[in-house]
């Protein structure tokens, strides 16, 4: 608003105005996501300092003692590893293929926009929806074995969702190196299935987010460097590497974000299992809290969960920085 | 990258560049690599497109199918039965799917009309107007956006149960009729929103609220067609909520997703019905999808591209 | 049960079958109040229950039980709201809401946990009063609810493991008739697998399948006074290699592997032709597989002799019950000789009561085996933590037959996993 010489007092009441009306104006939200989610947040680390078994009355203060004994809990680990392996193999993967295939969607073909819905649609679908579709799929004699076996591949025993064994180990295992740590088993074929799934689901969003970043770069800047002589994998590099590095980190951070809080897919399609090899942080997190009655337990697992989900992005802040 | 305004300007120049260097250009590995990559595009793309579109159609076919047709699978079958039945839709509709159905719209409605009111008003307060604690409240509000449902689902459980909300409608509306997301989607639509009529209302002595409700709203029409699209979405394919907040025996409580979850834990060898129930589930917000297609990629790229 | 059983907090089969439908306590919605009558029933009011069906059939067949029962007990109304899946989870998250119905199912796997925790209200003086004493159900299904002296629930129904064969393949491998031992077993199972060429026997990586090789063999989970774990010793150890060396040898496959949802399933495919399962298999396969032939046997018994695990589900009333006269003569009602014999008709599992067992055999007799093994059946029960103990051991065997660890690692996990888990002494 430009300064108007005398009009300085006349503007007082207007700006008193908004001070109240502003206020009334974000009441109603503020309240719904103060109370359902601001205050949860603060209850959640309140509660992870008490036991808290909902048939019992008493709920004492416990201090540290959830996190003394999340830290040395079996399963708390196994639930850690598998959602870092959840989510160092499913965000680095759809990025990598989002952004190819926004690539080659952003060449002069036709029906561009046929395949960004095309591509798009999984990702409007209800998780359980996939998830139930999927399970079917990869039954024994489903048809992803169908095809597999029509094509002359072998496929997995016990079959997909119901193999335990880590994938990492498996292909040590196949060149002579025996008995790996658990840390370095890899993902389970069962928790790699519902990886592929999950990737099948929204490769397509990030290819249209990156197709829409593609087509903000103007042709121009790549005429200039194909005169100078830059070949296309320098084009790509140099220019549309950098100039989608907002984008870039948009996807990575969505991207962390949702695979680290993934339950949907695991509680319809395998309930934790085979062997536990699918229990995430955030299937524990119910596990402990809905199937224990271990809430205050459950409560320490959402901090921590919420703590690296944070650290996450706030790492990827720091170095991949903002945009403009 | 270059505003829109820089290169309307620039436009007419590099055209005429182009022209001059068109006759310069040297023809060659240039051109060929073109071609090859359209062509590998169109090959990779198809496939891709391919590969999103089987599971989909293979899960309709088998929802026409009876259970022993769903069993054996052959690429004659694969997309079509050989006797098309209606015997899996009729079980989902015994199994109460109607109601689910009836449950999963009307959450849809309040949800959408709940934050249209809620967070168009808070929006718009967050762009325009100046209030002690602004920042900071915005602050707060939008970084909920980075909480994952599963992190308060605990709370938010002992929280309707003191309300004695558990096992009602209101277990599956109250906590989400705002959300940090629509708050600042309706932010960043009313700070690109031009000022001068509202400026022109506030010298004709209008108050806020009359600015908003008669000259913002009916000019933000696109805004809340994307709000009420994201909303919608959301609703309808919500899942750990309502699966947590209403018990196992409340069938006629039941979302979609909730009730599909539910007859999939127990009559799990009923592959046919269960495709039912996912078309079902999936139909609506496909349509939703694509007739709104525009909205739901421009909205999520924008948001991308802005950062 | 398919792959994902393991983690299951309880196998819900083990509610479906022996106890059939259980409380059925749907019917009476007649919901307006009646004058007070003078039927032998003092106690009115409201009554919630709820359980686990399988079926719509079931559903069907509990609510008109319930419809009898109003119409004896027309001041108590009764409503019934089933839970179709994940029971166990939603009973305790009812319960965490202080909304859990006033009569439900406890399966007896883990009837102890409920009952260590306080959860379940004390029923031996209503019991007392009207004449319902402990002998008049089988022995180790009343004791399956009776925890430091006290009774918590009554057996509404129950079913032990039986082997279900296909005799058109065991005829045509050339296989005499249903194995009855160990080495018999495997015998047949070989002569099935040359002649199918196809697993002969679906077996499920579950503990609460395991277990019956681990009786058989003389084993169990602890000892009588669940004071110590007895998982280490050779009893252990012999019957994990039956187990496992059945599956290893390619004799055995669990449902996934050859494409069924669970064992009933693969029968009914006819993807193999022996499972162990119970009473709960024959409705399903009267649905799907209405036409095929089966012949039932008592489990092969292994060197200790015959063994199989027993799986039931007790009414029990909810220890905050607002109406525990009513919910009693509820429960009552529905374990007597007459509300149970209706209900164990529908064939999923066989009554509780050995007084009205030769009435149901007359409607079921080739359910003859499962009758007699009620002699030797075990109630199956870990002990207070054994939901946790039975997710461990469900793992352990999950990893045994992927290969990824083999029995004498097996054995071990097994014993820590249960000296973890179990409140012992």
């Known amino acids: 608003m430009v300064a108007l010489p005398g009009r300085r007092r006349s503007r007082d009441p207007l700006a008193a105005e908004d001070a109240v009306a502003g206020w009334l104006f974000i009441l109603p939200a503020v309240a719904i996501v103060g109370t359902f989610i601001l205050w949860p947040i603060l209850q959640v680390f309140w509660l992870s300092f008490h036991e808290w078994s909902v048939i019992t009355p008493e709920r ?22 598998n959602t870092i392996w959840f989510a160092l193999g499913v965000v680095p993967t759809q990025t990598v293929l989002g952004l190819i ?59 997909w969702l119901s193999n335990p064994r880590g994938v990492v180990e498996m292909a040590l295992n196949a060149v002579g190196i025996e008995s790996v740590s658990v840390w370095l088993a890899g993902p389970s074929v069962a928790l790699l299935s519902i990886m592929m799934m999950n990737i099948w689901t929204t490769m397509g969003t990030m290819m249209v987010v990156f197709l829409a970043g593609l087509q903000d770069i103007p042709g121009d800047v790549y005429e200039a460097a194909s005169i100078d002589g830059a070949s296309r994998r320098q084009q790509f590099f140099d220019i549309t590497v950098p100039m989608l590095r907002p984008v870039i980190f948009f996807v990575l951070t969505l991207g962390f974000i949702g695979t680290f809080q993934v339950f949907d897919q695991i509680f319809v399609m395998t309930s934790g299992g ?6 995430t942080l955030g299937y524990l997190i119910y596990q402990q809290g809905f199937g224990n009655f271990a809430m205050g337990y459950a409560a320490a697992i959402a901090v921590v969960l919420f703590a690296i989900i944070m650290s996450i992005f706030l790492i990827q802040r720091r170095i991949l920085g903002r945009a403009d | 990258m270059a505003s829109v305004d820089q290169r309307a300007v620039a436009a007419p120049v590099i055209a005429e560049a182009e022209r001059d260097f068109a006759q310069v250009r040297p023809v060659g590995s240039q051109d060929r690599a073109d071609v090859f990559l359209r062509l590998l595009a169109y090959v990779v793309l198809v496939l891709v497109a391919l590969i999103m579109f089987v599971p989909f159609a293979y899960a309709v076919a088998t929802s026409f199918k009876t259970r022993p047709e769903a069993l054996q699978i052959s690429f004659e079958t694969m997309l079509w039965p050989r006797n098309p039945t209606l015997e899996a839709y009729r079980i989902a509709w015994d199994a109460n799917v109607g109601r689910w159905f009836l449950n999963s719209v009307v959450v849809a409605l309040v949800w959408i009309v709940g934050r249209i009111v809620s967070c168009s008003m808070a929006g718009y307060a967050f762009a325009r107007m100046r209030f002690p604690g602004r920042d900071l409240v915005f602050l707060l509000v939008v970084s909920t956006m980075m909480v994952p449902g599963i992190v308060t689902i605990i709370p938010k459980f002992i929280l309707l149960q003191d309300l004695k909300l558990l096992n009602t409608y209101g277990a599956l509306t109250v906590p989400f009729l705002a959300d940090g997301f629509a708050i600042f989607l309706m932010k960043q639509f009313f700070e690109s929103f031009p000022n001068e009529i509202e400026e022109a209302a506030r010298v004709d002595g209008a108050n806020r609220f009359q600015i908003f409700s008669q000259i913002v709203v009916p000019n933000a029409i696109p ?21 947590i907040f209403i018990s196992g025996n409340r069938s006629d409580l039941f979302t979609l997703p909730v009730g599909l979850a539910n007859f999939k834990g127990a009559y799990y060898t009923d592959q046919p019905t269960l495709m039912a129930m996912s078309v079902i589930t999936t139909v609506p917000i496909a349509i939703f999808f694509i007739v709104f297609q525009r909205y739901f990629i421009e909205s999520s790229t924008s948001s991308a591209v802005k950062g | 049960m398919s792959g994902n059983a393991g983690s299951r907090l309880v196998d819900r089969r083990s509610f479906v079958k022996g106890s059939a439908a259980g409380l059925a306590a749907a019917a009476a919605w007649a919901s307006y ?33 319930l419809d009898t029962f109003a119409e004896q007990f027309p001041d108590i109304t009764v409503n019934y709201e089933p839970v179709p899946s994940d029971y166990l989870i939603k009973l305790q998250t009812d319960i965490a809401a202080g909304n859990a119905a006033d009569v439900f199912y406890v399966g007896n796997e883990w009837a102890q946990d409920f009952m260590s925790r306080g959860v379940l209200l004390a029923i031996d003086d209503y019991m007392e009063a009207d004449g319902v004493t402990a002998d008049q159900f089988y022995e180790n299904l009343i004791n399956a609810y009776t925890w430091e002296g006290q009774t918590y629930g009554l057996p509404k129904d129950w079913s032990p ?14 296989v005499s008739g249903p194995p009855t031992t160990w080495e018999e077993l495997r015998t047949a199972a070989e002569a099935i697998v040359e002649s199918t060429g196809q697993p002969a026997l679906a077996l499920e990586a579950a503990f609460d399948r395991f277990i019956l090789f681990l009786y058989q063999a003389g ?18 150890r012999e019957a994990l290699d039956m187990y496992y060396g059945l599956y290893a040898d390619g004799l055995s496959a669990t449902s996934a592997d050859v494409g069924g949802q669970w064992p009933g399933d693969a029968f009914a495919q006819g993807l193999v032709p022996i499972v162990f399962e119970g009473n709960w298999m024959f409705p399903f396969l009267n649905t ?26 007790s009414y029990s009333i909810f220890y905050q019950s607002q109406n525990p006269d009513a919910a009693w003569t509820l429960v009552n009602y529905l374990t007597g000789a007459e509300g149970m014999l209706t209900w164990t008709s529908l064939g999923l599992a066989m009554p509780a009561r050995p007084g009205i067992a030769d009435q149901w055999l007359e409607i079921f007799p080739e359910r003859e085996p499962y009758l007699a093994s009620g002699e030797y059946a075990t109630a199956v029960q870990y002990g207070p933590g054994g939901q946790q103990f039975a997710e461990d051991a469900n793992s352990v065997l999950q990893l045994l037959y992927a290969g990824e660890i083999d029995t004498t690692e097996a054995q071990t996990r097994l014993v820590e996993a249960a000296e973890n888990a179990l409140d012992l002494g």
């Open chain 1, 60 to 81: 004492p203060w416990v201090g540290l003692d959830n996190y003394r004994d999340l830290f040395n809990d079996a399963d708390f680990q196994l639930a850690l590893r």
């Open chain 1, 101 to 159: 295939l926004a690539v080659l969607a952003n060449q002069k073909i036709r029906g561009r926009s046929f395949f960004r819905t095309a591509f798009y649609f999984p990702s409007i679908s209800s998780s359980v929806v996939i998830s139930i579709i999927f399970l079917w799929l990869y039954a024994q004699r489903g048809l992803i074995n169908f095809v597999l076996q029509k094509m002359g591949f072998p496929t997995p025993q016990p079959p």
């Open chain 1, 274 to 279: 085979p062997a536990k090899s699918t229990i």
């Open chain 2, 223 to 243: 805004a809340i067609t994307a709000l009420t699209i994201f909303t919608f979405q959301s609703s309808w394919n919500a899942f750990l909520e309502p699966l």
């Open chain 3, 33 to 65: 109040l009646r004058e007070t009558s003078a039927i032998a029933a003092q106690a009115s009011g409201e009554v919630r229950l709820t359980g686990q069906t399988a079926s719509p059939e079931e559903e069907e067949l509990l609510r008109q039980v």
């Open chain 3, 161 to 174: 493991l039986g082997m279900v064969y296909d005799p058109a393949v065991l005829e045509s491998a050339g």
């Open chain 3, 219 to 236: 084993g169990n989970v602890t000892n009588e006074d669940v004071t110590e774990v007895t998982l280490g010793d050779d009893a252990t």
């Open chain 3, 288 to 313: 799907n597989a209405p036409d095929k032939e089966y012949g039932i046997a008592e489990l092969p018994a292994g060197p200790a002799g015959k063994g199989t695990p027993a799986f039931t589900n």
